[in-house]
């Protein structure tokens, strides 16, 4: 099982849709965060160390994990994603975004 991380700013629309869409993926556990003290989860040192894998919303959100949490990150996978803050939580096209930018960056055991 590979430890899926999801970062955007306040974890209200784009991480935890991620969270939920990708959950049910057998090979995968999965968490998400906000890089924003204002977070309904803020990102911490114990979820960078769980994950194999972070996935960030925007370059934004990289910058502060690196400023933040740079000897946790550097043996950890980390995707930008490139998907802007302009989606509420379960959009459909948040979704298929997620779906296909999160899966070009995986490699599941049942491909």
Not at 30 to 59: L, Y
């Amino acid at each position: 099982m590979q430890n899926l991380l999801f970062i955007c700013s306040r974890n209200k629309w784009r991480s935890p849709t991620a969270e939920k869409v990708w959950r049910k993926h057998p090979d995968f556990n999965v968490r998400s965060a906000g890089t924003s003290p204002k977070a309904r989860k803020t990102v911490s040192s114990s979820d960078i160390g769980w994950a194999d894998v972070i996935f960030v919303m925007e370059q934004k959100h990289k910058n502060r994990l690196k400023a933040e949490f740079t000897w946790l990150l550097e043996h950890r996978a980390l995707h930008v994603l490139d998907i802007p803050d302009e989606y509420q939580y379960m959009d459909d096209e948040l979704i298929k975004e997620l779906e296909i930018s999160v899966g070009a960056h995986l490699q599941p055991k049942n491909a």
